[in-house]
């Protein structure tokens, strides 16, 4: 009996963590990138419209809350970038990661945006990568109530030219709704990157307080049975 009581406290409690952090099926996520020339604009699993020097316009994971570009870009050779939301990379409300190489100096600005977040809160921003060649990235983050809205950055911007480069910023938002990472690579020459650009929710303290105060709840309660059995 006591057994069966155990296992079943154990169940409540992986269940609740998995309904608190379980990832929200929307398909709204959005990657832009764009090298001032040629475009690439792909929603998630949805509308793919590149313009330009481009090939291989489409999102190519299949994946709900996940948007994937494999192709080239004018003078960019190689690209291959990633962008997930609402906790498909686990941990983060959106996720960068991408791997771009160019021939001749040239700009590159990755955008990756997705709704449904939370109009108000904290959020960590964190950066790391590698840099190959002569280059400055730089790394914006924001809030706004639609997609690709600039209006509100959380945090600072990040600028990194040597390599490896980590960074982190954040901070509180209000106004929000949506979520946008910005990033752009600036090279005058020859050059490679590869990183990874994390947004992630700091908890409240209000609400860290209640999910901890409902699994002490649930915890006395059957330890309560556990004890009658």
């Given at each position: 009996m006591k057994t069966h009581f155990k296992g079943f406290l154990a169940s409540v409690a992986c269940a609740a963590f998995a309904m608190a952090f379980a990832p929200q099926a929307r398909a709204t996520a959005e990657l832009k990138i764009s090298d001032?020339?040629?475009t690439i604009d792909i929603v998630d699993n949805g509308t793919a419209t590149c313009t330009?020097?481009?090939?291989?316009?489409?999102?190519?994971?299949?994946?709900?809350?996940?948007?994937?570009?494999?192709?080239?870009?004018g003078t960019w050779s190689l690209n291959v970038s990633t962008g997930s939301s609402h906790g498909a990379s686990a941990g983060t409300d959106l996720d960068l990661n991408t791997v771009n190489s160019t021939s001749a100096t040239s700009t590159l600005t990755i955008q990756f945006s997705d709704t449904g977040f939370p109009v108000s809160g904290s959020e960590e921003f964190k950066v790391g990568g590698t840099l190959q060649g002569t280059g400055t990235l730089t790394f914006n983050e924001y809030a706004g109530a639609t997609k690709f809205s600039t209006t509100t950055p959380i945090g600072s911007t990040l600028?990194?030219?040597?390599?490896?480069?980590?960074?982190?910023?954040g901070g509180a938002y209000t106004g929000g709704g949506a979520f946008t990472e910005v990033a752009v690579l600036a090279f005058t020459g020859p050059g490679s990157t590869s990183f990874d650009a994390a947004l992630t929710?700091?908890?409240?303290?209000?609400?860290?307080?209640?999910?901890?105060?409902?699994?002490?709840?649930?915890?006395?309660?059957?330890?309560?049975?556990l004890r009658r059995a």
């Amino acid at each position: 009996m006591k057994t069966h009581f155990k296992g079943f406290l154990a169940s409540v409690a992986c269940a609740a963590f998995a309904m608190a952090f379980a990832p929200q099926a929307r398909a709204t996520a959005e990657l832009k990138i764009s090298d001032g020339t040629n475009t690439i604009d792909i929603v998630d699993n949805g509308t793919a419209t590149c313009t330009g020097a481009v090939t291989g316009c489409a999102d190519a994971n299949p994946s709900v809350n996940v948007v994937t570009y494999i192709g080239t870009i004018g003078t960019w050779s190689l690209n291959v970038s990633t962008g997930s939301s609402h906790g498909a990379s686990a941990g983060t409300d959106l996720d960068l990661n991408t791997v771009n190489s160019t021939s001749a100096t040239s700009t590159l600005t990755i955008q990756f945006s997705d709704t449904g977040f939370p109009v108000s809160g904290s959020e960590e921003f964190k950066v790391g990568g590698t840099l190959q060649g002569t280059g400055t990235l730089t790394f914006n983050e924001y809030a706004g109530a639609t997609k690709f809205s600039t209006t509100t950055p959380i945090g600072s911007t990040l600028t990194f030219s040597s390599s490896p480069f980590a960074g982190s910023t954040g901070g509180a938002y209000t106004g929000g709704g949506a979520f946008t990472e910005v990033a752009v690579l600036a090279f005058t020459g020859p050059g490679s990157t590869s990183f990874d650009a994390a947004l992630t929710p700091v908890p409240e303290p209000t609400s860290v307080a209640l999910f901890g105060g409902a699994l002490l709840v649930i915890g006395s309660a059957f330890r309560r049975k556990l004890r009658r059995a």
